[in-house]
C-alpha cells in the first residue's frame, strides 16, 4: 500500500530497468571505486553517454562520484538499499498476518473433514 | 527485483491448503491482514483465470486487490500477479506484485513457502524468473535477513 517510501522505491525499480546501469551496479558490486573511464571500459557506448548513465544512478542515490586530482572515481552508495530493505520487512510482517489467517481456516476445514470420516 | 520470503507449516493437506489460497471463500479468510471486515471477494482458480479481494481496514479505509492466476499446479504450485486499488484508482502506478506458493506435503501436513517479489510494471511480472537477479537485489536481501537476526 502507499506509502512515502514508494515513490523512491519506483525511481530506484526504474533506474535500474536499464541493462547497461544494472552492468555497472554490478560491476561496482564487484570492484568498488573504479574510476569513470574504467567503468566506460568493457561498454561500446561513448564516454557522455555512460556519464547520463552515471548521473542517473547518482539521482537515486545509489553511487557516489568523488574526485581525486584528475580522475573521478565511482563508489556503490548502500542508502537507498534501506528502502528496499523496509519494503521486504513491510511485506514480510503482513504475509506473517495472513499465514495465521490461512492456517486456522485450513487447519479448521481439516478437521471438518477428519470428523465426517469418522 | 526484491522479493520477501515467509515460510509457514500448516496442520492441514496440500489440497485443503491450495484450496484455501485460491478460492474465493478461503482469500476472503487471509487476504485482508487485519481484523476488518473483507466486503468481497471472488475467484477463478485457472490459469488466465482472475480474482478480486475487497476488504476494510481497521482505520476505515477500503482497498482492492485484484490479480489473475499466470501458474497453475494443483496442489503443489500456484503463481499469481495483482495490483492494488482503492476507490477503484491503482494505489501504486505501474506496480504489479507476483507471487509464488509453492505446497509441499509433510508429515505434520503441507509446508507452504511465499515468495513476493515486488515489480515494476507488467513485463517484469511476466518475465520475472528468467529476468534479472541482480546483486543489488541479493545485498538488499542479506541486509534484511541480517536486521531479522539484530532485531531477534
Redesign the interface.
Known sequence: ??NDS?AR??RL??A??DPTR?AI??RL??DNGLSVSELAAPFEIKLPAVMKHLDILEDVG?IRRAKEGRTVTVELS?RP??T??D???R??R??????D???????K??RD?QERNE | ??????V?R????PS??F???TTAE?MA???N??DGPVLAAASDPKVGGRFRVRFRKLDGSE?ECSGEFLEIEQPRRVVMSFE?T?GGVP?????VSRVELLLRLIDT??E?T?I?A???DES?AANHGSG?E????K???R??AS??LRSG
Open positions: 500500500m502507499v514508494t522505491l519506483d525499480f526504474s535500474l530497468g544494472r551496479v554490478a558490486a564487484r545509489l548502500p538499499l534501506r528496499a530493505v519494503w521486504i520487512q511485506c514480510e503482513v504475509w506473517e498476518l495472513r499465514l489467517r490461512l492456517a486456522r481456516f485450513a487447519e476445514k481439516e473433514s | 527485483m526484491t522479493e520477501a520470503t515467509c509457514r500448516i496442520a492441514a493437506r485443503i491448503v484450496d484455501a489460497l478461503g479468510s487471509w487476504w491482514p487485519e482497498h492494488w482503492s494505489e501504486e502506478q505501474q506496480r501436513g503441507t507452504l511465499v513476493h515486488g515489480l515494476y517484469s534479472w541482480g546483486a543489488l537485489d545485498l538488499a536481501r541486509l534484511a536486521d531479522r
